[in-house]
């Protein structure tokens, strides 16, 4: 009985996840800029973040507007921007980690469909395959 409830608890943090990473009918955010920018499905999902110096870090983007901002989740950081990042917003060319107040904190620009590069910096991002 008790690897029942446990394992229908597995399921249910994984939908749950599920949810928060892909979002139900996306809504635009009072954050993101007007105009055009790019899909908010072609950023949000799950990142691996590296560093110039090697520093890596592991960002979750989410495809869900929360109190008008869509979250950021960094996990295992070694990386102190991305650590103090708390939401994102899409851009014309990426996209922007943004801080508790709002503030830019990294701007990436797409360089391939699962690849994004630090307007400044030399960070790379890439998909990071859930496990």
């Known amino acids: 009985m008790r690897r029942h409830a446990r394992d229908h608890a597995r399921i249910l943090a994984v939908a749950v996840g599920a949810i928060l990473m892909t979002g139900c009918a996306p809504s635009p955010s009072a954050s993101e800029p ?12 799950h990142w691996s973040l590296r560093a110039p110096d090697g520093a890596r870090c592991t960002v ?4 869900l507007v929360i109190d008008g901002v ?7 950081c070694a990386i102190p921007d991305a650590a103090k990042a708390r939401s994102w917003r899409a851009t014309a060319t990426g996209f922007e980690l943004l801080d508790a107040a709002g503030s ?5 620009r797409r360089t391939g469909e699962d690849a994004f590069e630090a ?6 991002l890439r998909r990071a395959p859930l496990s």
């Not at 869509?70 to 295992?76: G, Q």
């Open 119 to 124: 307007v400044d910096g030399g960070y790379i």
């Open 70 to 76: 869509r979250p950021v989740l960094a996990e295992s």
């Open 34 to 45: 007007q105009g055009q920018v790019l899909a908010v499905e072609q950023v949000a999902g």
């Open 60 to 63: 979750s983007l989410a495809n």
């Open 104 to 108: 830019v904190l990294m701007a990436f």
